[in-house]
């Protein structure tokens, strides 16, 4: 069965180093460093001090007060991400068939939220609670809202598969469009993880950064790594089939050309290798390319010892002798990890490089680890020749996705 080809016709970003795609762009290969001292809550009794914030918010400027008041600040991201997207792709519902546009959106919904009206219960009872609590808290919400805005009565599904939800979001939809269940999928993710659950949880188990040194906190692939940075944002991405999008001569930024999944099913927690080499194989089988033609590795490149090096591992096994030289970058080394935004955030950096041909860095990497020996594109960006980019996303429990996305050729 020939499918039909899924095309990126908008991009929009909410990110600790630019609200719009692109300050995000220009700060991301100008290796800003978007990890701070945290301002969200009170951190003097938590031995993790920094996270990667989203600066200067202010949801009124995407949408109207009423419904920002109704939205967590996860769906907040998510819906001025989404207006960015649907701009430039000159999404006009008034001539689309509300049924045939979809939203479907990664996200962990609000445990921040929830863990504020958990106090408010706890301090002041059952009827203190903001009878707007579901909407700002459930997970479902976030595509909920969104699709309200954008007015879209096609698929609408949230997603959740930890740090790799943002890609399974993105890859759901691009399964959705090549069976015909819609035209339009507005997809990506949306997460604000920056909150005293959160940073507790994964602090008390190890896998966060105690450093108090920002330049020192995300280290992808340095030997020196301690750990992840919690970071928050979105990024949204406008999928359509090609068919659909020249038709009515939309921006072609780049092709959803393959998606591939695996499970780990090895432990609850630590990475496993082989697994993730599978979801890159199943990625390049789907596309239908050879480790060869991968010009760019969107890495997972979460900061922990164990991630780093088994991610490492995995590139051998799926690209052989080709690993060595394809240029890999974290993404996270700057942004800190969106949680189930990471992988959809670093879509949209991978489009860019892309549209732009140059190559984020990894910043803060100093030591060599002799155990992740590949080309991580250390502190400086690269100009590259870019066409086609293999995006990793792998979640805790084992739970993995990985896209191929190119440039947009002929039929």
Not at 111 to 121: K, P, Q, R
Request: with cysteine; hydrophobic share 40%; charged share 20%.
């Amino acid at each position: 069965m020939a499918y039909p080809r899924v095309v990126v016709t908008g991009i929009g970003a909410v990110s600790p180093i630019g609200i719009t795609r692109d300050v995000f762009w220009k700060n991301l290969i100008g290796g800003e460093n978007g990890i701070a001292p945290i301002t969200l809550f009170n951190t003097d009794s938590y031995p993790v001090k920094l996270a990667a914030e989203v600066k200067n918010f202010n949801p009124a400027e995407f949408m109207p007060l009423k419904r920002a008041d109704r939205a967590g600040r996860c769906t907040q991201f998510g819906i001025a991400a989404m207006q960015e997207a649907i701009e430039q792709a000159h999404l006009d519902m008034t001539r689309e068939r509300p049924e045939r546009v979809g939203v479907i959106i990664g996200t962990g919904g609000m445990v921040g939220e929830l863990y504020y009206h958990s106090e408010v219960l706890r301090q002041r009872g059952p009827k203190r609670i903001d009878p707007l609590m579901v909407f700002k808290v459930s997970a479902n919400m976030v595509p909920v809202q969104m699709a309200m805005v954008l007015g879209a009565k096609g698929p609408n599904a949230s997603i959740n598969s930890a740090c790799a939800t943002g890609s399974d979001a993105i890859g759901i939809a691009l399964s959705h469009l090549r069976l015909g269940h819609a035209e339009v999928i507005v997809t990506g993710g949306a997460d604000s993880n920056v909150g005293p659950i959160a940073i507790a949880s994964t602090s008390v188990v190890g896998a966060l950064s105690r450093q108090t040194d920002p330049t020192k906190a995300s280290r992808p692939f340095d030997l020196e790594r301690d750990g992840f940075v919690h970071g928050e944002g979105a990024g949204i991405l406008v999928l359509e089939t090609y068919e659909h999008a020249v038709e009515r001569r939309a921006p072609l930024l780049a092709e959803v050309a393959g998606a591939g999944w695996s499970y780990d099913a090895t432990n609850d927690t630590a990475p496993d290798a082989e697994g993730q080499s599978i979801a890159m194989k199943a990625a390049m089988r789907d596309a239908g390319i050879s480790p060869e033609e991968i010009d760019y590795i969107n890495a997972h490149g979460t900061s922990t010892q164990l991630n780093d090096k088994a991610e490492t591992d995995a590139i051998k096994m799926a690209a052989g002798r080709h690993a060595y030289d394809i240029p890999i970058s974290s993404n996270k080394s700057m942004i800190g990890h969106l949680a189930c935004a990471a992988g959809a955030i670093e879509a949209v950096a991978s489009i860019l490089s892309l549209c732009h041909g140059i190559v984020p860095p990894t910043i803060n990497y100093h030591t060599p680890d002799p155990e992740c020996d590949l080309d991580y594109v250390p502190n400086t960006a690269r100009k590259v020749r870019v066409e086609t980019v293999l995006s990793n996303s792998f979640g805790m429990g084992g739970q993995n996705c990985c896209l191929i996305l190119r440039k947009v050729g002929g039929k």
